[in-house]
């Protein structure tokens, strides 16, 4: 078995994605998780470039990390400069981590273009650099920028950079393909050819604008490399980084021969992906290899049914070993196989006359739009219906909406009467929009019957027509997401109408029901 | 120069995807683009198991494809029926397409345990089936499921179910990695030795659960395999399929030896990529490879500084290759040059000072959530009013828009006060729901005075929140689509909001406007 090294820049190259910013706290929740989850190199940042990650190492030298290195990012000294006069190279040093992350230039055409040094100064510069962590007692990670475009225009050039960051004492020699744009067998022919250059254990660090980030790092490992960069769900600049989650469980699912991180950590992928995303305030990926919501969910009708014969037959692994779930979705093109799956999750599964009610019901359904593959909720609530289960918290006298502009913007009010607990409940609110105003009406209404509906919040909100030919007379359907802060489940529901304003209604009752229901147990 | 055959089944097997919920006309819409774009294959759904499918074909029969060839999908006939007798190969048969794609088992393992019947019958299935439909004179692309699991443990048997498609005359012979799980070293050996069983040209058709779907079609292209299945955006259950876009750009751009798409082509992949975003009412993957809005786009600031040095050192290829473009993240400047593609178009380009004029209002509304890809119209009424060439039709003094629902359904009336023609248009209309009471209303109040407004009709009508996060209480986008039967033009305008009827009355008055200013020439 090789060890393989897993090195995480989520917090430094992974930051550098759009819509991507995380605050100090931030930063230090997810080191701390990455910690606990035992990968061995946590990048914290920039200290130079950033007063944030200069904060960030503050916080490490109160309480340090337990498990992994933690690396602090700089670049090689400036020109004409001693390293131990350089700002970058204190400021780095003043970081206190036991391993220093260094960038130098590999590519003649960079030192010549962008550098603007002679190529023997860039030598001297990746040389100095790293002797001079070496010699405060760091370990020093080298980073290799535009490794593969350097080794395929000038291979004698690109070998001298490493054999001098060898020679200084670089504990790593990492290879970036930095602009995302090296082929798995040219990462694979080069990383050949570095490793006969030097003896430096050899690292992989890639992006994925060519949709192949994953790919080449698996391909650099097999020819040798034992330390694989990136982030985790693949966040970065562009495209992306190589995604961890993605390599981690390749290596030690799929693939032969290689140690990583330990079955029990590797079943808590997801966790840690769903993590990064909560924490970040990202949107995520629904169909994510391995971790995503959507990566062992089963549509089609005729996948269901042999997926219920011999799970493996449509999934590659089984969904807990990187602690996700298979899911049956509900929709047109799936049979009576993912209706019987869901009700059986259900416990409904027995009662044959109910299944076929149930799956004549939503035939008719979906022929009027209803779609329940996104609206799992609105559908446990139908098969209760129909078994004659539910009891509903509240019924509808009538609803009442308003929106006007004077010209001075849109407002909008809406008012409920509802009846609860043989109560009476007339209650009326402003809103930014009129589903907003009926949201904010029903929870008026509902508050004092049902307190816990305040651990409840929509978190997405979608309006669908259904067919177009009518236009704005047509049905629409809408999906309401919603989440319980109290456990964090989230659910979807369902409502169609040719009134936008009824098919939401239809949704908000159901998302509350849902959550009604689900607190009775 | 090799050909590779491109054949897509965003309409099938991208259909599968969580979320993914093409109606008729989207369908026949992402059809008649990639017939445009000259994908080999166009392949469109499942007549048996899907009636909107088999209307699908109903549609191309009408209007068949110019470049591309049609393709439907079935399974092989049942067990112990004549290929002639099955229901499925008759559905296939009235499809009428050029091609017919059959899957069949090529796993004893999966023969036994999810077909149950025995080898040989499964192997009579797979002959009969393609000789059945060779006879009828359709071209059998035979998708061999779980290719890799089956050929991994029992080649032998494997070897013998192609043999059976070749003999059987399958034009192209399709190894399908059904579960994902497969990794490239495997796709390219396993290729080679499919190749050396048989004489038919083969395919590949991957999916991305391990995040390898394009590496793996990359090395099965590269093993032999001179056919591509995959849908757009890797659409498809579970993780998605093989990304098309990716595989067309890295064969075209990256590797060598290889024919796709023309460059031209090529360069229209970003606008189809959003295009059938746009048409699924999907949300796009911003950073996915060379098409995404992120692609091009730099942030960080050492970067940055390099991208202006010298651009291909962060960018592999040049973003107008595939029609995407460079974006500092900084200056928020997206979309220029189609903004000044369609200024252009509209005569205005050569105004430098409204050019910029026009460029500041873009920036700054798409940052409050306006997009001008679908919405041509809104845009070019923006160019008149900041040309001050604008001249509003109407003006509106208030609307007012009511909907209640008193339990025996929602019923909405509105009212608008307009000012046209030194005249008040005071009018009130019911109809099926807001936007549409406000419709009605609205046309009353103008049909006097522009008669030709009868000509216009709403086509589709879109609505998305923005940004999930604050939910019923984000701004919302709304696109409507107007079509005028007097020459069949068609147009998009935009409207954004929190309140979505704010937003969808922005929307109908430019395109009412548009229409206006059409007439006046």
Redesign the interface.
């Known amino acids: 078995m090789t060890k393989i090294e897993l090195y995480d820049t989520t917090l430094r190259d992974g930051a550098?994605?759009?819509?991507v910013n995380f605050s100090l706290d931030d930063k230090v929740l997810i080191a701390r998780r990455l910690d606990e989850m035992g990968f061995d190199f946590i990048e914290g940042g920039f200290p130079l470039?950033n007063p944030k990650d200069a904060e960030f190492f503050e916080r490490l030298k109160k309480e340090p990390l337990k498990n992994s290195k933690a690396c602090a990012f700089g670049?090689t000294r400036r020109r004409g400069v001693k390293a131990a006069d350089d700002p970058g190279m204190k400021a780095l040093l003043h970081s206190e981590t036991p391993v220093v992350t260094i960038v130098g230039k590999t590519s003649d055409?960079?030192v010549a273009?962008?550098l603007r040094v002679s190529e023997q100064e860039n030598i001297d510069m990746i040389a100095e650099t790293i002797a001079y962590f070496v010699s405060q007692g760091r370990e020093v990670v080298y980073d290799c920028e535009?490794f593969f475009d350097g080794w395929k225009s000038n291979p004698a050039y690109a070998a001298k950079t490493i054999q001098a960051a060898a020679q200084a004492g670089a504990l790593r020699i990492v290879m970036c393909d930095?602009?995302?744009?090296t082929?798995?067998?040219e990462i694979a022919r080069f990383t050949k050819e570095a490793a006969a250059a030097v003896d430096t254990p050899l690292g992989i660090h890639t992006h994925?604008?060519?949709?192949?980030a994953?790919?080449n790092s698996?391909?650099a490992v097999?020819a040798g490399a034992v330390h694989v960069q990136g982030t985790i769900n693949g966040l970065g600049?562009?495209?992306?980084n190589a995604?961890l989650i993605?390599i981690a469980?390749?290596l030690a699912l799929?693939?032969e021969g290689y140690e990583v991180l330990s079955p029990k950590k590797i079943a808590r992928l997801s966790e840690l992906s769903g993590y990064v995303y909560e924490i970040g305030?990202l949107?995520r990926?629904?169909?994510?290899?391995?971790v995503?919501?959507?990566?062992?969910?089963?549509?089609?009708?005729?996948?269901v049914h042999?997926v219920n014969?011999?799970a493996?037959?449509?999934?590659?692994?089984p969904p807990e070993t990187v602690g996700n779930e298979r899911r049956i979705?509900v929709?047109?093109?799936s049979?009576r196989s993912n209706i019987i799956a869901t009700a059986t999750k259900l416990g409904l599964a027995e009662d044959a006359d109910l299944m076929n009610r149930v799956l004549e019901e939503i035939v008719n359904r979906e022929n009027r739009g209803y779609?329940y593959?996104?609206a799992e909720a609105s559908f446990a609530l139908l098969v209760r219906k129909l078994a004659g289960t539910f009891v509903p918290h509240f019924t509808?006298?009538?609803?009442?909406?308003?929106?006007?502009?004077?010209?001075a913007?849109?407002t909008?009010e809406a008012t409920v009467k509802l009846h609860v607990h043989d109560e009476v409940e007339h209650r009326v609110a402003e809103?930014?929009?009129?589903?907003?105003a009926l949201?904010a009406a029903l929870r008026k209404a509902l508050k004092a019957h049902y307190p816990k509906l305040a651990q409840m919040?929509?978190?997405?909100?979608?309006?669908?027509?259904?067919?177009?030919?009518a236009?704005?007379?047509?049905s629409?359907r809408v999906v309401?997401?919603s989440r319980d802060e109290s456990d964090g489940e989230t659910w979807g529901t369902v409502g169609v109408?040719?009134?936008?304003?009824?098919a939401?209604?239809e949704a908000l009752v159901d998302s509350i029901e849902y959550k009604l229901c689900k607190d009775e147990g």
């Open positions: 550098q994605g759009e819509g470039s670049m055409f960079h273009e962008v535009h930095t602009n995302g744009g082929l798995p067998e994925n604008d060519c949709e192949l994953v790919a698996l391909a097999d600049e562009r495209c992306g995604d993605s469980a390749n799929k693939k305030n949107l990926r629904i169909n994510q290899p391995f995503g919501p959507s990566a062992f969910a089963h549509k089609g009708g005729m996948h042999a014969r011999v493996h037959s449509y999934e590659h692994i979705l929709s047109e093109l049979g779609q593959e996104a509808l006298e009538k609803y009442h909406v308003t929106s006007e502009n004077q010209g913007g849109a909008t809103g930014d929009g009129p589903i907003n949201d919040s929509l978190v997405d909100y979608k309006v669908r027509v259904i067919n177009s030919e236009a704005t007379a047509a629409v309401i997401e109408d040719e009134n936008v304003i009824q939401s209604w």
